[in-house]
């Protein structure tokens, strides 16, 4: 009995370690990234430019968010209604309600319903381009193009059209940020109806990530000859985020097979390796500093705000806070005056620069405090 006790704890503790070993993924590129602080946690080529497909319809739909109303009715131009497969089969002419077609963009990836919207917002899809690749840029993205608002790249050179697995992990944790987009990828299926209701569709979500995972927020898939088969997911466990992209999972059946494959080992290794933890926090006292002319000595320091992130045990240890404050300061001073700042660092790189403020007030000295002060001096001065 003792044996076999000892065989099932090392069977156990095998299982453990496999379960946190760094991920084996097929993908050209990958990335894993905290979805609340969009800091990288692991990667593979995860800053190699690559086509990423129809992934591109997360940064279209945070800017049809942004930008337009979820009750405005959509036009559909001849242009979008020409768009190749996969698509709604829209017609020209025909009005929709902006949030339906929305939703079955993000849920059936029609293409013609990516045109039609950014024709609504920025009048041309040139111009809703030129807005997508400025905005990418704004988040963060150091190296993404956006030439199409639906990652169809046939007909545009990989220059104009884009992007690596860190940035479209980077857009989809802003994305998140957006609670009807996590509402509107969420959704099993959808129902809509043509303004005049003369045409109805029922789509399912294709992603089946959504169902198949503990804690699958969604995301978006995406396939051409180009890129591959390609999926940006997201999943919560235990109050931590996490955001997933695989670029280029391979191609055919089989690689359509591996990017779920890919996305859930890389989603075990997150979840098993890294954890919820908070290394600096909001009105955490980091020195006093002295105060000149006031009755009240010195104010204490405290951080404006707090970083809570996922870390590993092993980044856990390394985390330092470095505070910068001067050693003193002349009165008056305001609690909540800034008197320095903190820079929250793991090895080399800076996680958060944190301004450090007076918990308390030291008020100047009064006129007669003034006279006492200059007579006292200059009784020792002479």
Not at 76 to 102: H, I, Y
Request: hydrophobic share 40%.
């Amino acid at each position: 009995m003792r044996r076999a006790g000892i065989l099932v704890l090392l069977l156990f503790l095998c299982s453990s370690l496999v379960y946190g070993a760094e991920p084996s993924v097929g993908a050209q590129g990958a990335a894993l990234m905290d979805g609340n602080t969009g800091r990288l946690l692991w990667g593979k080529n995860a800053e190699e430019p690559l086509a990423m497909a129809s992934t591109t319809k997360i940064m279209t739909a945070i800017l049809v968010l942004e930008n337009a109303n979820l009750d405005d009715v959509v036009t559909v131009s001849k242009n979008a209604a020409r768009q190749p497969e996969v698509d709604m089969d829209l017609k020209t002419g025909e009005q929709w309600r902006l949030g339906d077609l929305l939703s079955v963009m993000m849920l059936r990836s029609y293409n013609d319903t990516a045109v039609a919207l950014a024709e609504h917002v920025s009048g041309s899809v040139e111009d809703f381009c030129a807005l997508m690749t400025k905005r990418a840029a704004e988040l963060g993205a150091e190296d993404t193009v956006f030439g199409s608002p639906n990652g169809l790249d046939s007909q545009i050179p990989f220059e104009k059209h884009h992007s690596t697995a860190k940035d479209m992990a980077l857009i989809a944790t802003y994305a998140l940020k957006n609670e009807k987009f996590c509402e509107i990828i969420a959704q099993p299926e959808v129902t809509i109806s043509e303004v005049t209701g003369k045409r109805q569709r029922q789509v399912t979500n294709a992603d089946r990530f959504l169902r198949e995972y503990q804690g699958a927020m969604g995301v978006k898939t995406g396939y051409t000859n180009k890129a591959g088969h390609c999926f940006v997911g997201a999943a919560e466990q235990n109050g931590a985020r996490l955001v997933s992209a695989v670029l280029g999972s391979g191609w055919g059946s089989g690689g359509k097979e591996k990017k779920w494959t890919d996305t859930k080992a890389i989603m075990n290794y997150g979840f098993a390796t890294f954890f919820l933890y908070e290394p600096a926090a909001k009105g955490q006292a980091c020195g006093k500093v002295s105060v000149l002319h006031s009755h009240v000595p010195e104010v204490d320091a405290v951080l404006e705000e707090g970083y809570q992130g996922l870390f590993s045990k092993e980044e856990q240890e390394a985390l330092e806070l470095i505070v910068s404050l001067p050693e003193s300061i002349e009165a008056p001073i305001q609690a909540g005056q800034v008197l320095g700042s903190a820079k929250l660092k793991l090895k080399e790189e800076i996680l958060a620069e944190i301004p450090v403020l007076a918990e308390g007030s030291a008020p100047d000295y009064t006129l007669g405090d003034w006279y006492f002060y200059l007579w006292k001096h200059w009784v020792t001065w002479f």
